[in-house]
Nanobody, 125 residues
Framework: DVQLQASGGGLVQAGGSLRLSCAVS????????IGWVRQAPGKEREGVSC????????YYADFVKGRFTISSDNAKSTVYLQMNSLNPEDTAVYYC??????????????????WGQGTQVTVSS
């Protein structure tokens, strides 16, 4: 079955940067969407960013636009989330998620086909 392995979380001061990685294995389908969903303590999950393999399009939630960048290294089957200008409101567990075809399923309905384990991001003020 498809496996997603997230890493790269940690503790950083406000204004700092982190890069999350999501290594994907055992997938065989051609078109997919892969991205990140986060959940802060006591809050609902929210879609952060997504990349669609079919056309290379990307999605960013308004609260990360201009600060976060999603990218992929197909040779390594890895997707990255570069997070800059972090603020305490970005503190959350970040989950990598993957769906066949549509980013909508990853970051809007948040009903992907596969979830990775979360990685904790903590931003101190």
């Amino acid at each position: 079955d498809v496996q997603l392995q997230a890493s790269g979380g940690g503790l950083v001061q406000a204004g700092g940067s982190l890069r999350l990685s999501c290594a994907v294995s055992r997938f065989t389908f051609d078109d997919y969407a892969i991205g990140w969903v986060r959940q802060a303590p006591g809050k609902e999950r929210e879609g952060v960013s997504c990349l669609s393999s079919s056309d290379g399009s990307t999605y960013y939630a308004d609260f990360v636009k201009g600060r976060f960048t999603i990218s992929s290294d197909n040779a390594k089957s890895t997707v990255y989330l570069q997070m800059n200008s972090l603020n305490p409101e970005d503190t959350a567990v970040y989950y990598c998620a993957m769906a066949r075809e549509w980013c909508t399923r990853v970051v809007v309905t948040m009903e992907p086909d596969y979830w990775g384990q979360g990685t904790q991001v903590t931003v101190s003020s």
